[in-house]
């Protein structure tokens, strides 16, 4: 199983930027799909996930009315887009299948793309 993550850059404060994940060696369409950050110095923390059929998600507030998540399992591919961006948001992204979209843990993940770092500058 791969993932790649990619999309990231340095935007600024009230940018927009949309990550893509695309994964390879599984069966993408039957998994629970999430995105998580690590921002420097934190514990990685969770961002939205999305079920396997792309109707319905979760998020943490932070992010509410900025992110949404999607996918297109025919391509086998995530997505993020970000508007609004703050500073806050500045990480490393990282996106991961596994078991659970609500309210999941990182353990109902097996999979773990590299990350793409995402820079917002004030």
């Known amino acids: 199983v791969q993932l790649q993550a990619s999309g990231g850059g340095l935007v600024e404060v009230g940018g927009s930027l949309r990550l893509s994940c695309v994964a390879s060696?599984?069966?993408?369409?039957?998994?629970?799909m999430a995105w998580y950050r690590q921002a420097p110095g934190k514990e990685r923390e969770f961002v939205m996930s999305?079920?396997?059929?792309?109707?319905?998600?979760y998020h943490r507030d932070s992010v509410k009315g900025r992110f949404t998540i999607s996918r297109d399992n025919a391509k086998n591919t995530g997505y993020l887009q970000m508007n609004n961006l703050k500073s806050e948001d500045t990480a490393l992204y990282f996106c991961?299948?596994?078991?659970?979209?609500?309210?999941?843990?990182?353990?109902?993940?097996?999979?773990w793309g590299q990350g793409t770092q995402v820079t917002v500058s004030s």
């Open positions: 991961a299948l596994g078991s659970r979209w609500y309210q999941p843990k990182e353990t109902d993940f097996h999979s």
């Open positions: 999305i079920d396997f059929s792309s109707s319905l998600a």
């Open positions: 060696g599984v069966a993408f369409g039957n998994y629970a």
